[in-house]
């Protein structure tokens, strides 16, 4: 953005509705609002209201009419925000007016006359960057934050919003640049051999920044799925009821449902939100041997969908686990199924309950929990969707993310992941050089590369190129 330019957007999503907001940002933006904006307590007459305009005061709403020369657009409510207390931290008057398509056009047009212009993508958010408003990772946080389909992802881009690891990097960004300046500084006393930057708390400070920066690597897996979503395979063999049950955990009729074995033959995927948890379901086609191509290659996405899983519920046909040889065959499915996957959840879900009697149900579950006493176990019929809530509670519970508290900090940024790992890595370098007892100067370099790519995160070191990048994914008038 230039500095000089006024920018005007709509702030609400596009179409018709009962209101529409309407975001000026800029230092002209009170002289535009005041050429075309008529407090209802003045007189239209008197249209020269500039002075009128600016004796409003600021952070205060107004109502009032939008005019168009001698003709009225709309009666609105105008919000007047004087800089630095802005969103931008530039003066800003937002135009709440009736959501008609025609008045938004009108109203826009009215501000382009006067000056303004059309506000690119992600603009008004990186104004607030470029005036110190907040960080480049709080920036992102934005987007995130409107993006957020769940609980989980809300919170976790709301903790980032308001500062999240960002003031905790910062500070280990300023602790290591002091140290590479005192390290430099020793080359300028070379020969007499002086050291200025005291090699043991140097070493503590590598060991505690080692610590944080693991710990929000490590997060990233966590993050990254409460972001985009848990993806959950449900997997079994033919007719077990998997379509059915995708069916039933989504309420509607997703995935065809066929007696006929080897129906699906590829992943089909929904998501849905359990608590504030977004899951991705993916029923995948019946794990058997076959002689169809076809089918072999869904069975061998199912395993690949299997693998790419956060968790794995496996379904048990209820109606065919009634002699010995059958329970042994499906502990025996339920052990391959451990071993194959052995770092993800594993619920184990008895389907067609509703087909079998009591006795036999109790018999089965005995059975199962007697050789495999660590299994979650759920009983459901899919059909009926009886044991169904059942399930996504357990779904929530296997998925073991904890409470997400205020204080949490969780990386769910692919591009802050990226940076994290180089600075941890140049971290190791450091610890291998004073190890090693390398010159200053090297050392000072590996150091300086940490705080570079710590820099990168906040936005203390940045490019055109990146802000352009991430900018141009936000929303027109964000």
Do not use: W
């Amino acid at each position: 953005m230039f500095k000089n330019d006024t920018i005007v957007a709509l702030a609400t999503p596009a179409g018709s509705g009962a209101i529409a907001v309407i975001r000026i940002s800029g230092s002209n933006a009170h002289r535009i609002a005041g050429a075309i904006f008529v407090p209802a307590f003045a007189k239209a007459e008197s249209k020269s209201l500039q002075e009128t305009y600016n004796k409003l005061g600021a952070n205060t709403v107004t109502l009032g009419h939008i005019y168009n020369g001698d003709r009225v657009i709309d009666q609105v409510l105008l919000t007047k925000f004087v800089a630095p207390k802005s969103y931008t931290g530039e003066h800003v008057v937002e135009i709440s007016c009736h959501g008609s398509i025609y008045i938004q056009q009108e109203v826009i047009a009215i501000c382009l006359k006067n000056g303004a212009r059309m506000a690119q993508a992600g603009e008004f958010t990186l104004q607030a960057f470029l005036n110190a408003k907040m960080d480049l990772s709080q920036a992102e946080a934005v987007a995130d934050l409107i993006a957020s389909e769940s609980e989980t992802a809300h919170q976790i881009a709301l903790q980032q919003m308001r500062g999240g690891f960002s003031g905790e990097l910062k500070d280990l960004r300023t602790q290591l640049l002091n140290f590479a300046s005192l390290i430099e500084l020793e080359l300028d006393f070379s020969e007499e051999d002086v050291a200025f930057a005291n090699r043991d708390e140097l070493r503590t400070l590598l060991n505690n920044s080692q610590q944080t920066l693991r710990k929000l690597i490590d997060s990233f897996a966590l993050g990254n799925v409460l972001k985009t979503g848990i993806p959950v395979a449900i997997v079994g063999e033919p007719n077990v009821g998997k379509s059915t049950l995708l069916n039933a955990l989504l309420n509607e009729e997703k995935a065809i449902v066929s007696e006929i074995a080897g129906t699906t033959r590829d992943s089909i995927e929904d998501e849905i939100n359990i608590e504030g948890v977004r899951f991705r379901l993916i029923d995948t086609a019946g794990l058997r041997e076959t002689t169809d191509t076809i089918e072999g290659m869904g069975i061998q996405r199912s395993y690949a969908k299997a693998e790419q899983s956060r968790l794995i519920l496996y379904l048990l046909d209820a109606t065919q686990l009634n002699t010995p040889p059958s329970i042994i065959h499906c502990l025996m499915r339920i052990q391959i199924m451990r071993e194959k996957f052995p770092d993800k959840p594993l619920v184990v879900v008895l389907n067609k309950i509703d087909q079998i009697s009591g006795l036999e149900h109790a018999e089965i579950t005995k059975q199962i929990q007697k050789k495999s006493p660590d299994t979650i176990l759920i009983s459901l019929s899919a059909k009926s969707h009886a044991g169904v809530e059942e399930l996504k509670t357990a779904l929530v519970q296997s998925f073991n993310s904890g409470a997400l508290s205020q204080d949490d900090s969780i990386v769910s940024n692919a591009r802050h992941y990226d940076a994290l790992q180089m600075a941890y890595s140049s971290l190791l370098e450091v610890q291998t050089g004073i190890e090693n007892d390398i010159s200053s100067e090297f050392l000072a370099i590996d150091i300086r590369a940490t705080a570079e790519s710590l820099g990168i995160i906040t936005g203390e070191i940045t490019n055109d190129e990146l802000l352009g990048n991430i900018f141009s994914q936000f929303c027109i008038g964000k």
